[in-house]
């Protein structure tokens, strides 16, 4: 089964210092990883796929296939990016089209 | 771009009674959908996949009697919580897949089921 762990429950930095929020998967094959973000009151939405390599809000994640790593990394963070961060492998990698089994998630504070 | 509602947004309801909640995809069709629980402070979990015209797919530990799923059009499915009691009490969400592109799922703004 595809499972990610997301070690930090909570991570606080300051406006403008570097982001990295960890995420690691434990599962062989090829696989494919969303990062999904929940801002306060709003809505659970995509923020970047491993398999478009985008940078999104400036955010970006590289997978690591030797360290099992998913990491989503921002060189300056901003007050705005304060929000709920799930890590969720991508059902159709594991060749079905299931629901997503998310990460137990990252409460990310920027500090001002 | 792809949108997806719920209805109610909040809903109050006293023990032993069923409560139904509603899935809409507004501007794109949907084969599937998926009903996700939240509980306060804690991830997504998924509890059920719900294909258009055919049964829903439950997780390990869901009830399916105590959780009905209906997907009888490409943009609706509901979900009714039957006999409801307060350890129910959750944020219900659900989510839905654009049938004509790129795997993607599209959230709506979740439920908040509080049971009494």
């Known amino acids: 089964a595809q499972r990610v762990t997301q070690p930090e429950k909570l991570l606080s930095v300051f406006k403008g210092a570097p982001v990295e929020l960890k995420c690691n998967y434990s599962?062989?094959?090829?696989?494919?990883l969303f990062w999904y973000v929940q801002y306060s009151r709003q809505r659970l939405q995509l923020l970047l796929r491993h398999i478009s390599r985008e940078s999104i809000k400036g955010f970006t994640a590289d997978l690591n296939k030797g360290e099992t790593s998913f990491h989503l990394k921002k060189p300056f963070a901003q007050e705005e990016d304060s929000a709920m961060y799930y890590c969720?492998?991508?059902?159709?990698?594991?060749?079905?089209?299931?629901?997503?089994?998310f990460g137990k998630g990252t409460h990310l504070i920027i500090q001002p | 771009g792809a949108v997806v509602s719920q209805h109610p947004s909040w809903v109050i309801c006293k023990s032993g009674t069923s409560v139904k909640i509603e899935c809409r995809s507004l501007d794109f069709q949907a084969t599937t959908m998926f009903w996700y629980r939240q509980f306060p402070k804690q991830s997504l979990m998924l509890m059920a996949t719900?294909?258009?015209?055919?049964?829903?797919?439950?997780e390990q530990g869901v009830e399916k009697d105590k959780f009905l799923i209906n997907h009888a059009s490409l943009t609706l499915s509901t979900l009714t919580v039957t006999s409801a009691h307060p350890e129910d009490s959750s944020f219900y969400i659900c989510?839905?897949?654009?049938?004509?592109?790129?795997?993607?799922?599209?959230f709506g703004p979740g439920t908040r089921l509080t049971v009494t």
């Open positions: 599962y062989s094959g090829s696989p494919e």
């Open positions: 969720a492998p991508d059902p159709e990698s594991g060749g079905g089209a299931d629901g997503l089994t």
């Open positions: 719900s294909n258009e015209g055919s049964k829903a797919t439950y």
């Open positions: 989510s839905a897949r654009d049938a004509g592109g790129p795997y993607e799922q599209y």
